[in-house]
């Protein structure tokens, strides 16, 4: 589908400049998505040269971007509007606060974290979340929501008019579809794992629970530690200080618990096929990214029974009370301990990741956008 010569869009890429993660990754595949259906309606803003998707990157390597991010959220909107390319619709992210004046603007709604679970959150966070709010949601003249949850949740809490979001879900890279046994071979090779592992993907910070995973982890039977890692992939994030102290002297004692770290983007897809299950027993959360490209890879999951993770796992994975250990302790022996049921929900992830697109998310988002300029 070509949008068409007349309509363009405009999309603040300053996320990419920053160490970051879900929103990162969202911004690069759904960017990548959308030039591939039609370029000649994209331009962007802010946008780093090299076209990596590098999550430890940021100041360092985009040291003049970042600079003019800084000076223009100083400047009032006619700078902006100088420097940023004729468009339509703007598409702002939460770090640039000066928009253009002229185009109609718009916005993805990723999660209401600061609202539904504040006390995992810095003030600052919090602040600026409330600020981006106020300043591009509530006067956004439409809104992408990552999530039927998202959506609901932003009516809900914002009082945003349900009639300007629309529900447009995250995709999934061809890499995680294709993964099997060679790229399983070579991440285990590349990261040194041994044994049958379960696999815990994110960056690391109170919401994500990983505390809870741990406790769960060690109330298993110590021979079923004994025959199986627990493998934390993610770099700490804020408030991470407490959960990063408990993650290194559980880690040491030899419990059968592995932290890698950052792992680089070309060894996820087959370090996440490789694995028995990916944990994911998050308090809350927008879409769940790592759940959506454990499914395509064929890897069963267990993931919280809040938010949105229902709605992307759906039958393919088992639900776990994210305060439960036990419950979570429970879900990890069952996959453990079952070839058959590895197998089911190997079928039934790889039959649900179909939804996940990022044509399709590309070709929604366009329509979205004509609809917007209209």
Known sequence: MIVGMDLKICIDCSPLLVRSAGVKTYLHHWLRALRKCDAESIATFLEPGDGRLDHAAGASRHFFRLATLWALNRTGTA?????????????????????????????????????????FHTPAQRAADEAFADNVLRPASGLICVSGNSRQDAARILRLDPRKMTVICPGVPEEYFNAGPRESESAA???????????????????????????????????????HELVVAGMPGWKSETTMKLLRQIARRQSGVRYLGYVPEQLMAGLTAGARALIYPSFYEGFGIPVAQALAAGCPVIVSSVSSLPEVAGEAGLMVDPRSAGEIASAIRRIGESDSLRARLRSAGRERAKLFSWERAARQSLEYFRGLAE
């Not at 000066?98 to 709604?109: D, E, I």
């Not at 592992?197 to 690391?204: A, G």
């Not at 910070?205 to 530690?225: H, Q, V, Y």
């Open 79 to 119: 700078v902006v509007s100088r420097l940023v390319p004729e468009s339509s619709v703007f598409h702002a992210s939460n770090l640039l606060r000066r928009f253009p004046g002229r185009p109609k603007l718009s916005a993805t709604v990723h999660d209401l974290t600061s609202w539904v679970v504040p006390q």
């Open 189 to 227: 090779r590349a990261l040194k794992l041994r044994t049958p592992y379960f696999l815990f993907v994110s960056t690391i910070e109170p919401r994500k629970n990983l505390d809870g995973l741990l406790a769960a982890w060690l109330s298993l039977p110590s021979e079923f530690r004994e025959s």
